[in-house]
């Protein structure tokens, strides 16, 4: 009876198998897509160059690798921005100074200037054999933002020159040390004083004094941390190298959201800074670490 039902059902299968139809379930897994009828012709291929793949390389990858410790000599350090701006920064002159000469000339016509050539110069001093001087162009002139008095001048430091003693008429004999930047005939020289290079931070002072900042690198508007700026202390306001302030900004006036009173503009610290290169009337400092962005105007006060 089994081997009887098992013949009838596959002669059923090979039944509708001739006919084309598939009983449900027991087709393949995807459907079959419907082909062109028969006697359809069959379309040309499309005329024209055809769009291709392009193989494009991807970018590296970015792969994280161990932390790095950098040095206490790394360049980055506040020490060692101190020593570069002290060797061949910008100095603060008098809005009046005198320059103690000029560059007169070349002592050789070459194609290139370099250290170790030698130039002419011209002297308001005579000046003795290895004395140094920085080559300078006078910059803009500082002046407090609040008071309009001027402060000075910033001198920008193009390089230095080393006196050997020759002369050739008025003008004397010079090697070129160091260059910072293009010379020029006509460019200035101030004679290089005695900087005390490595200095301690300290809070010393006859009485309290305080003072705005004038300017920032670059003219910028706002200044941050272990950046240079100039402020309105000098010697006249027996400040030394190396004292610590603290930095104050002073916020603007301004309306009260909730009880809609004016509220008085305050002053409020954001950072310290350290005095590293004394003038006059203005110096140079170093701004440590703040909590706000160091503005022109905003206040130096001593501790």
């Not at 030394?240 to 009880?259: C, E, K, N, Y």
Request: hydrophobic content about 35%; charged content about 20%.
């Amino acid at each position: 009876m089994t081997h009887a039902l098992a013949r009838c059902f596959l002669t059923a299968l090979l039944a509708l198998g001739s006919t084309g139809v598939v009983p449900m379930g027991m087709g393949t897994s995807q459907a079959d897509e419907p082909g062109p009828s028969p006697g359809t012709p069959i379309p040309a291929p499309p005329q024209g160059p055809q769009p291709t793949l392009e193989n494009r390389s991807l970018a590296p990858a970015i792969r994280r690798g161990p932390a790095v410790r950098h040095s206490e000599n790394h360049s980055d350090t506040p020490h060692a921005l101190l020593q570069q701006h002290l060797q061949t920064g910008d100095r603060i002159l008098p809005a009046d100074w005198e320059p103690h000469g000029h560059i007169h000339g070349r002592w050789s016509e070459q194609t290139l200037l370099r250290p170790g050539e030698m130039l002419l110069v011209y002297l308001e001093q005579p000046a003795t054999a290895g004395s140094n001087f920085m080559v300078y162009r006078p910059g803009m002139l500082l002046t407090d933002p609040a008071s309009g008095e001027v402060m000075g001048r910033l001198a920008h430091n193009l390089g230095r020159v080393q006196i050997t003693g020759e002369r050739q008429g008025e003008a004397w004999r010079a090697r070129l040390m160091t260059m910072q930047d293009a010379l020029q005939v006509g460019d200035l020289l101030l004679r290089d004083p005695d900087l005390l290079l490595d200095f301690q931070p300290h809070n010393r002072l006859p009485a309290p004094v305080s003072g705005r900042v004038l300017w920032l690198p670059d003219d910028m508007e706002m200044g941050g941390t272990y950046q240079v700026m100039v402020v309105g202390l000098g010697r006249r306001d027996q400040v030394s190298q190396g004292l610590s302030m603290t930095i104050q900004h002073q916020a603007a006036p301004g309306m009260d959201p909730v009880r809609g009173e004016r509220v008085q503009d305050k002053a409020h610290p954001i950072g310290e800074a350290t005095l590293f290169l004394i003038g006059e009337k203005a110096s140079f400092a170093l701004v440590g670490p703040t909590t706000h962005p160091v503005s022109r105007g905003d206040t130096l006060h001593s501790r």
